[in-house]
């Protein structure tokens, strides 16, 4: 079976090096272009165009998914396509141009999430776990019938890293049973309850600003579901703080009693520091200010000379 392999983050990497360890033909890759990044704005290769030229593996960047690109993949009589992250939105015909079509490796367990931020929705929201699904691409978002599933659980302290990095490997392990039963005639074509289905958007701004009046359980998901990337924040005196790190802390209950304004700093205990929300105490560990380092939250305030009574908005 020869393959045409399409991915682009971190996240597509394990399934592309799980397919070549699994003795699957992959005569090129395709990739986005090389894009300038950091200070320096130097263009650097992506993860996946990295790996693939660490495999000695042919990496093309085509402008566009159209009929030249149709005609490559005859040329190079390639049977299957894989998609793993690929950040484009593949047009029907070349979706019908390969004799076995295409299967996408899909973080979620659909028809739940489906979209372009499976893994982040999920944590945000509190699920209790998530997985990967296979499955057959098809012109509508993530609709295409399933192959293959498998759940992990998510922790109450996992961060959106933790989660990504777990279905990374299964994501891999799981595309490569796929196309072993694939062909071998063992898979059965699994359609979709649509009626079901439920959507993971990009992630905005917005959904970055910690809103202190959502109970403290709503805030832990939503910095555990956007850490490492893009980060949650509060703001102090119109300055950005990201919340690096912060939890709910069983012990102590007792404080949670205790009135304070939304926003307001209630408690300092070591190195952490209370904050009072709708509901609860939300205990901040880790912040960075805008343009710093990331200290504890304690160092925050003692740099700051702030103290209990203070609010961050």
């Known amino acids: 079976m020869r393959i045409v392999f399409m991915g682009t983050p971190d996240f597509a990497v394990?399934?592309?090096?799980?397919?070549?360890?699994?003795?699957?033909?992959v005569p090129f890759v395709v990739s986005r272009p090389d894009r300038p990044r950091g200070r320096g704005q130097q263009k650097s290769a992506s993860p996946v165009k990295i790996a693939a030229q660490e495999l000695g593996i042919p990496v093309y960047h085509p402008v566009k998914l159209d009929d030249s690109f149709i005609e490559q993949l005859k040329e190079q009589k390639i049977d299957l396509g894989v998609v793993v992250a690929f950040g484009r939105i593949l047009p029907l015909p070349l979706l019908e141009s390969l004799?076995?079509?295409?299967?996408?490796?899909?973080?979620?367990?659909?028809?739940?999430?489906?979209?372009?931020?499976p893994i982040h929705?999920?944590?945000?929201?509190?699920?209790?776990?998530?997985?990967?699904?296979?499955?057959?691409?098809?012109?509508?978002?993530?609709?295409?019938?399933?192959?293959?599933?498998?759940?992990?659980?998510?922790?109450?302290?996992?961060?959106?890293?933790?989660?990504?990095?777990?279905?990374?490997?299964?994501?891999?392990?799981?595309?490569?049973?796929t196309l072993q039963k694939w062909e071998q005639g063992e898979l059965k074509r699994?359609?979709?309850?649509?009626?079901?289905?439920?959507?993971?958007?990009?992630?905005?701004?917005?959904?970055?600003?910690?809103?202190?009046?959502?109970?403290?359980?709503?805030?832990?998901?939503?910095?555990?579901?956007?850490?490492p990337w893009p980060g949650a924040y509060m703001e102090d005196q119109g300055k950005v703080v990201k919340v690096v790190k912060g939890r709910l802390r069983i012990e102590g209950l007792h404080l949670?009693?205790?009135?304070?304004?939304?926003?307001?700093?209630?408690a300092?205990?070591?190195?952490?520091?209370?904050?009072?929300?709708?509901?609860g105490l939300y205990w901040l560990q880790e912040l960075r200010p805008s343009g710093s380092k990331t200290?504890?939250?304690?160092?925050?305030?003692?740099?700051?000379?702030?103290?209990?009574?203070?609010?961050?908005?």
């Not at 996408?104 to 739940?112: G, M």
């Not at 649509?194 to 993971?200: D, G, L, P």
């Not at 504890?296 to 609010?311: F, L, P």
């Open 190 to 227: 699994i359609p979709q309850n649509h009626e079901e289905a439920t959507y993971a958007s990009m992630l905005h701004r917005e959904d970055e600003k910690i809103q202190w009046h959502y109970n403290a359980e709503t805030i832990h998901n939503q910095v555990r579901g956007l850490t």
């Open 268 to 279: 300092i205990d070591g190195d952490e520091v209370a904050i009072a929300t709708g509901k």
């Open 14 to 25: 394990p399934s592309l090096r799980a397919l070549v360890e699994a003795g699957f033909e």
């Open 99 to 117: 004799p076995l079509g295409w299967v996408n490796v899909h973080a979620s367990l659909l028809p739940a999430y489906r979209g372009a931020a």
């Open 121 to 177: 929705r999920a944590v945000i929201a509190g699920e209790k776990e998530t997985g990967i699904t296979t499955m057959v691409m098809s012109e509508g978002l993530d609709e295409g019938d399933m192959l293959l599933q498998e759940k992990i659980a998510i922790h109450p302290d996992d961060t959106v890293g933790h989660v990504h990095d777990k279905l990374a490997l299964v994501g891999a392990d799981l595309l490569v049973k």
């Open 295 to 313: 200290m504890t939250a304690s160092a925050y305030v003692r740099g700051r000379r702030i103290s209990k009574g203070y609010c961050f908005t």
């Open 256 to 266: 949670a009693t205790e009135e304070g304004q939304l926003g307001e700093i209630v």
